[in-house]
């Protein structure tokens, strides 16, 4: 074939081509992006958990932070010019789930935000402020971890158009070009945790006597005073002296009371400091018992009833350090 008769149907196809993405583009919006603009990105709870999420934005102390990376700049007709650092990024409109997969890989070099970014990003911000002054374009959003004082938030990475029309990101809906955009935040929610420390001192004991066992009811109350938490821990003694349990893995904001509720076969109460505790995430409250011997001599065991807390089920279920006691027997201790 002549070169100058393949070369006009390159040509003529390039045209074609480009004529159909053009028309593909002008599709999307009513007139012109005003590129003379500039973009603001602000932010609102949604998804499951939305009433959580704004419930507890009152009680994040620290500023959150938001990183955005611009993936590509948008020209008057809404096409997008991926960016020098994102090169070889595929852009669709259709898929934007897979976009921000592949945007994500090039700036974490994975899925993880944690680590150090391979990408220095565009501008960040807070997410109670938002971001405003942006240059136009399509962009990677990651915000940082928050935490109240009872939940923690992880949330979603996503991409965002600045300008965006309903019609563009999500496929119906005006097609008008909007230079603001309030996006909707998705989050997973987990639990903080606490722990609780029991300091247990025998003060005096008759050895001859045999070991002495303390057991301690420990109940948790959310701030409505319903009981959340419940678990039973002990203590046995050979000889005067003192031992700590740890209880871990309360939820933070919990008011514990723990109550001595067996105090050994031949031992008295003498001393306590277990005012109803609050649970704080990541910290350890702390509540203390002294017993001393009473010259009572009597003979007598402690069973301990331990609670785990059963993912399946989200509740705690009884338990037991000893195979010879079963769930359904000695849950009562005997003196």
């Known amino acids: 074939m002549p070169v100058k008769k393949l070369s006009r149907r390159i040509l003529a196809a390039g045209l074609l081509l480009t004529g159909i993405l053009l028309a593909c583009f002008s599709t999307f919006a009513a007139g012109r992006v005003d590129l003379t603009k500039t973009g603001t990105l602000t932010f609102e709870p949604g998804g499951e958990n939305a009433g959580e999420l704004a419930e507890d ?3 994040i102390k620290e500023p959150v932070g938001v990183h955005v990376w611009q993936l590509a700049e948008i020209s008057e007709t809404g096409a997008y010019t991926v960016n020098r650092e994102f090169s070889g990024l595929s852009i669709r409109d259709d898929a934007w789930d897979e976009v921000k997969d592949e945007a994500m ?4 070099g994975g899925d993880d935000p944690t680590v150090e970014p391979l990408i220095r990003e565009t501008a960040s911000g807070t997410l109670a402020d938002g971001l405003t002054g942006l240059p136009l374009g399509l962009y990677l959003v990651v915000i940082d971890p928050a935490c109240s004082d009872t939940r923690e938030y992880t949330f979603n990475p996503m991409i965002v158009s600045l300008p965006w029309t309903e019609y563009r990101m ?8 909007q230079y603001t955009l309030n996006a909707t935040l998705k989050a997973a929610v987990n639990p903080r945790y606490g722990d609780l420390r029991i300091v247990k001192t025998l003060a005096s004991q008759n050895i001859s006597q045999g070991d002495a066992t303390f057991v301690f009811d420990i109940e948790g109350k959310d701030p409505n005073g319903t009981v ?6 002990s203590a046995t003694f050979s000889e005067a002296g003192r031992q700590e349990i740890l209880v871990t893995r309360i939820p933070a904001g919990t008011t514990v009371t723990v109550t001595e509720v067996y105090s050994g076969a031949n031992c008295t109460l003498t001393a306590s400091d277990n005012g109803p505790q609050v649970i704080v995430a990541e910290d ?9 011997y009473d010259e009572e001599a009597k003979s007598g065991y402690g069973v301990e009833n331990r609670f785990r807390y059963d993912t399946k089920l989200e509740t705690y279920v009884w338990t037991t350090d000893r195979a010879d006691v079963s769930a359904g027997a000695g849950q009562e201790v005997a003196e």
């Open 228 to 233: 959340v938490y419940s678990n039973v821990v």
């Open 170 to 177: 999500g496929g119906s809906g005006s097609d008008t070009w």
């Open 105 to 108: 890989a090039l700036v974490y």
């Open 284 to 292: 350890v409250a702390g509540v203390s018992f002294t017993n001393a």
């Open 57 to 59: 934005f009152a009680g």
